[in-house]
């Protein structure tokens, strides 16, 4: 399990250079869009509908509904259901401290053994007791991110603890043919994709056996006015298979105008330079999935 969020890195790319020095504005560029990641875990976390939290059992499900939603800004995928089996499940309780009522949180794991608990911010007990549903999803937002930020804690000390595990070990990755590029650019993004992630830890392999990660690239090239095409490059990385683990980990988003049809022969060192960059942003996300850099605060946090 892992909860980190969703990364948007938009980077400009190289300006038609199919030979030739790049231009240097190209390169180390990362753009301004700011840089946030989604690390969904396995299994999901069940959030119960509190039964000792001085709250009526609709005020209980309401509340519920909203840590769900408020876990979920933090790139938890966290429901107000009955868990299954192999779900964490977060168990709220509440109690009086004075003229306020304090929210309790614990984690448990699918076993029902606690894996810790943190608590929320006091909350007047009159506003507590009315139960008002601007009251209850202030309550929500307030304790997700100390939530969030013990199942990180948790996490890491799993992997750190497991020495099989991507904490311990470079990130076998797989990155398949690049798709939707015009002339020679699915294969020269592809190619030098593989060269530039290799270079910076990953194990870069051309298949999804035993791999950790798979990265997509794909282009997309849009017309625009002036005699323009937008090139769209989104770099997707997921995890393989088909059990609860797989899915989207983050991606790279590049963005940039060149002259329509200029990209529809050789790429040449346009491809490098797109590569450069985006290998950069790819790596982030696998070592934020590994636990090697910590998760990165939300865009306007």
């Known amino acids: 399990m892992r909860w980190l969020r969703f990364l948007l890195l938009c980077l400009p790319l190289c300006a038609l250079a199919a030979c030739g020095d790049l231009p ?22 069940s959030v119960l509908p509190p039964g000792q939290a ?31 089996p192999s ?17 309790h949180y614990q984690l448990l794991d699918g076993k029902g053994t606690s894996h810790g608990a943190v608590e929320g911010p006091p909350v007047p007990e009159a506003a507590w007791l009315a139960s008002a549903p601007t009251t209850l999803a202030t309550v929500a937002l307030a304790g ?31 990155v398949p043919t ?8 699915d294969a020269a993004l592809t190619r030098a994709m593989r060269i530039q992630l ?6 870069v392999q051309d298949n999804a056996k035993g791999a950790d990660f798979i990265v997509q690239g794909q282009v997309r090239m849009v017309p625009i006015a002036g005699g323009q095409q937008r090139v769209e490059i989104q770099w997707i990385v997921s995890a393989p298979g088909t059990g609860p683990d797989k899915g989207e980990r983050g991606r790279v988003v590049q963005l940039n105008d ?44």
């Open 198 to 203: 290799a270079g910076l830890g990953p194990k």
């Open 144 to 174: 997700a991110p100390k939530i969030a930020d013990l199942l990180n804690s948790i996490e890491t000390g799993f992997m750190k603890a497991d020495p099989n595990s991507l904490y311990n070990r470079a990130a076998r990755v797989d």
């Open 54 to 84: 001085l709250l009526s059992d609709q005020a209980a499900h309401s509340f519920a509904d909203a840590m769900a939603a408020a876990l979920q800004g933090q790139g938890v995928p966290a429901y107000e259901q009955k868990p299954a």
């Open 258 to 301: 060149v002259a329509a049809g200029s990209l529809d022969h050789a790429w040449g060192g346009t491809a490098d330079a797109v590569a450069v960059e985006a290998s950069k942003g790819v790596n982030q996300v696998i070592l934020r999935q590994s636990r090697k850099l910590p998760a990165s605060p939300k865009a306007g946090t």
């Open 24 to 45: 240097e504005p190209f390169l180390g560029n990362p753009g301004g869009a700011a840089m946030v990641l989604r690390h969904p875990p396995a299994p999901r976390l």
């Open 87 to 103: 779900d964490w499940r977060l168990a709220i309780t509440a109690s009086l401290r004075g003229d306020a009522v304090v929210p």
């Open 178 to 185: 690049v798709i939707g590029a015009p002339g020679d650019g």
